[in-house]
């Protein structure tokens, strides 16, 4: 998972306090400690499992009961520790006498955990060395408490910033590395954020702090069901500024699956970004009829059931495409009691019959728009995955225009500012196809700012709060 750099040259240390060592005997039984228990156990199903923290950690709190302060303490340390990663692994690296990888991978996880908490948080020293060992006792035995205390006592030679002056690349030399390692992301990613913002300077570095802080919970609300302003009182959040479907909760507010209006199916968890972009379909002008909608690839379902109510107050019906089982049956249950039909098939050759007035292409992409919310997947993806991704988004969007009417719309919407997967996949299937494409701007709110000069909209957290969301309206 470390995405090495150009080491620059070694500081001298500065003389800092160690905290106290603590005895390493068999005797001395570990501490209950709910709150990193959670977390660590978060670390090892994703590092074994390939599990996303957002999906894990949730359930593992419900099913242990930990609520509170334990509860926000075991999601920071979860979360944060999933983000840092990569930065964690090259602190690791300059404080361990081998190669990471000949580390036991369980010993490891708890070192990260440590790291993070010295690294990241304002917790003591002394308790964050000595927390991660007594899980180390607990799950390894004493025979390597010492080695764990003593890694954890060379990590506190420094603080992150002094540590990034031994890791990171000079700014001068590498502008991107630089940033890339003060902001825990793969210099790839990295990479891909400055082409499409066409800066390495200030709005990189911006987009980048941005994309590395946790963000904010948006809810929707269903569209004939309950107004945002209803739904802000409900849930003690805020209307969003852009959608008038939308509202924010505070990061940290708690599981919004246990809200009654989640469960009520009054509303949904849907970035405020996706929400935008599904609303851009809908208020695209087409010539003629417009009752018959499709999305493509719709699981797990946030946007068919938008588009479901919004079929509903206009009089028309939703066909919702999902290849996966599992995720067709999501689609299902969001849906329920909405005109839509389900259909479980691959979106590339649905076999549906007639054509669509509107259609929905929510591809399958690197996520590299939503990597504050999956924390983890900063690290999980590569820069090979890319360009097969890239070929199946060419093949939907070409699908979707083969499925809508002349004079229909379609929207192109992935969770991603690659230019591969954003202008690169639209400008392809547009010159192959012969589609229009339409000016995405003017069906996003005219208040909102910063959304370029067209015809495409890019959507980021340093300038909407939103994920990094992209859209292109074609016509065919």
């Not at 230019?419 to 392809?428: A, F, I, Q, R, W």
Request: hydrophobic share 40%; proline share 8%.
């Amino acid at each position: 998972m470390t995405q090495p750099g150009k080491r620059a040259h070694r500081p001298s240390r500065p003389s800092r306090a160690h905290p106290p060592r603590r005895p390493a005997t068999p005797e001395r039984p570990p501490i209950d400690d709910p709150a990193r228990r959670a977390a660590l156990d978060v670390l090892r199903a994703v590092r074994n499992d390939d599990a996303y923290a957002n999906l894990v950690l949730p359930k593992l709190l419900r099913q242990r009961k930990i609520t509170g302060r334990d509860a926000a303490l075991a999601t920071e340390l979860a979360y944060g520790t999933c983000r840092a990663w990569g930065l964690l692994d090259e602190v690791l690296a300059e404080c361990v006498d081998r190669p990471l990888n000949k580390v036991e991978p369980v010993l490891l996880d708890a070192l990260r955990l440590g790291t993070y908490q010295l690294l990241r948080t304002r917790i003591p020293a002394h308790a964050a060395v000595a927390s991660t060992v007594d899980l180390v006792r607990a799950d390894l035995g004493p025979r390597v408490t010492g080695f764990a205390n003593a890694v954890l006592r060379k990590v506190t030679d420094r603080d992150e910033a002094g540590w990034l002056e031994v890791i990171a690349p000079a700014r001068d030399e590498d502008p991107i590395g630089h940033l890339a390692a003060h902001t825990s992301h793969p210099r790839w990613i990295a990479r891909a954020f400055a082409d499409a913002l066409g800066s390495t300077g200030d709005e990189l570095a911006d987009a980048l702090a941005a994309d590395d802080q946790r963000p904010e919970v948006h809810l929707a609300a269903r569209p004939g069901e309950v107004t945002a302003e209803e739904l802000a009182a409900m849930t003690g959040g805020d209307p969003a500024p852009y959608s008038p479907y939308g509202v924010r909760l505070e990061a940290g507010s708690g599981d919004p699956g246990d809200l009654d209006a989640i469960r009520e199916r009054l509303a949904g968890v849907q970035d405020e970004g996706s929400q935008l972009c599904a609303l851009a379909l809908t208020r695209a002008p087409v010539e003629g009829a417009d009752s018959r909608w499709l999305d493509l690839c719709a699981g797990p379902g946030g946007k068919a059931a938008m588009l479901g109510a919004l079929a509903v107050i206009n009089g028309g019906t939703l066909d919702a495409v999902e290849v996966a089982p599992h995720r067709a049956k999501l689609v299902e249950q969001i849906t329920q009691g909405l005109p839509v039909t389900v259909h479980v098939a691959d979106g590339r050759e649905p076999g549906l019959e007639g054509t669509f007035d509107r259609v929905l292409v929510d591809a399958p992409c690197t996520g590299l728009g939503a990597l504050r919310r999956r924390p983890e997947a900063r690290w999980r993806r590569m820069p090979e995955d890319v360009g097969d991704l890239t070929k199946i988004q060419r093949e939907l969007l070409t699908s979707a225009l083969g499925l809508v009417r002349p004079g229909g719309v379609v929207a192109y919407v992935v969770c991603s500012p690659h230019l591969s997967e954003t202008e690169g996949v639209v400008s392809s299937v547009a010159r192959a196809t012969g589609a229009t494409v339409l000016d995405a701007r003017t069906c996003f709110p005219e208040d909102m700012p910063g959304l370029g000069d067209g015809p495409h909209v890019q959507l980021w957290p340093h300038r909407h709060g939103t994920d990094a969301m992209f859209c292109a309206l074609l016509r065919r």
